[in-house]
């Protein structure tokens, strides 16, 4: 048996596609501000009331009681604390269960799992070989658990959500972009849980997410830089998405939660159509659409505000003002429609975060933002007068390590300071660009950061670098373009040119708060000063049926895309 946490090794009855269920989002309780699609429907009497806060209160998994006379895992009725294990493998086949006609495939393996044995796969105990227990029923916080109203979720009520534990955030009253939300884990990210816990939380998850590997791909390059991929075969956009960190739980967790966020991207509720003009005359959008990236020829700027689209509810991060969103800003579907369609914005991931809490997924989503803009402003400076970083100046022991890992490897790294500022008076936001070379990848892969302290945002950068070679390495993404293999077959068009930078700059460490929260109102301040205009955060998951997931945009920031510095480093 493979031990808790190790991913799944290549081949294998374990590797089964196991379905692809959605999650259904569960709204939180209490006086919220209603939603600004509830003001389009004139469901409410206006867009006033309290202003809706950005939730920061971390997850906390709620335990119920078991009822009085049954068992669960590890119970003393139970000889050995454990259940009797029933080796035996169930198809997974339509059927009529104990519950009557119209149940899902699965039934016989449900039923089993529902009176108390732990159905096994070859290779451990969940069906992902991931360490974790299949079964469901059978642990205290999986019996019937008592929700709002008195109903008592059965088993055949649980499949309506991923997982039969249930996520809340801690506390529904205070938790806003007023309250606090302190940082728990400060390597290499600064996070409200440490990567274990939100592994444990999320790892139950997976298939309803459609996950039915994880690998740890570290071992195909030479660096030895953590990189890990989550596999989704049935995705609508990327099935391969990657994750990075400075620990393998780290990048195990980073690669599963991108694969969460596209799995929200994807599948965005319908919206409201209607025109520019309409939004704008009932008082639902606080930006100007010519701050928003249009496509080329794109018929936003021929239609103007009489285009209809169809709108996704938002609010504003500073303020919590409702707005409408275009939902061909934030919807990532790649499916073919039946019907014809103009896509005038450019869809992308840029401003897609995920979190154990909506403002920590929130702060981590507009470093995004900004790290674009800032990599786009980077790149209309002249060449020599772009500030190249000293490298020997590091301090930091975690980015000295990856230093040394790049350097032992054969790698060379370059980087500059993109540090991005509001203006005068703002404290700036630390960001690096690197781009890493080698003769034997003889291709620049780029690579950046942003984030409040300058160690986290050069680390980030560096193990994104790390991450582009193996995806060059690998060859299992979908977006892999045939110039980078082309590459290879004439190293000298993909050599680094020298960079004639008059500037170099030390790296400089400085302290930074302990409050995400705090951190988030000061950075989306910050970007509202720059810009005139209100970053729109768009809530995708909700905290009570799993992590949160959110996409932020800033009218008024630049998006560059990443490779550019890259490109005009090499000969190509």
Known sequence: MPPPGAPVAQGGPQQTHIGDPEPVARSQPGGEQPRADQVLRGQVGGAGGAQQAVQAGPFRRVQPQVPRGQAGCGDPAVEGGQHARRRRLFAVRPGVGRHGPGQRPGVELRRQARDGFLVNRPHGDHPLGLGMPRCRAASPSCQRTPVPGGVLKTPRDRRDRPHCSVWQSGGSEGTSMAGQLAKRYRRGTHRSVPPEETWQLVAPLLRAYGITRVADVTGLDVIGIPVFQAIRPRSRSLSVSQGKGLTPILARVSAVMEAIELHHAERVPAGQRRTWREIRERGLLTYRPEGLQATRRSLLSLAGPDLVFEWVPGRTLVTGRPTMVPADWVRLDGRVRREWTHHPFAPSTNGLASGNSTAEAALHALYEVIERDAVARLTTLPRAERPRLDLSSVDDPDCAELLDRFGAAGVSVTAFDATWSPGEGGSGVPCYHVSVWSPDLPVVVPGS????????????????????RLTVISGSRDDLSDRLYA?????????????????????????????????LRTVAADV?????????????????AGPAVVKVLAPGLDFYARDAVARELSHA
């Open 449 to 468: 950061g942003c984030h409040g302290a300058p160690e986290v945002a050069l680390a980030r950068a560096l193990t994104e670098a790390a991450q582009g």
């Open 487 to 519: 590459l290879q077959a004439d190293p000298a068009k993909g050599a680094p040119r020298p960079v004639p930078s008059l500037r170099t700059v030390p790296f400089r460490r400085r302290e930074t708060g302990h409050d995400l929260a705090e951190e």
């Open 528 to 544: 509202t000063v720059l810009t005139g205009t209100e970053p729109v955060l768009v809530e995708l998951g909700r905290p009570a």
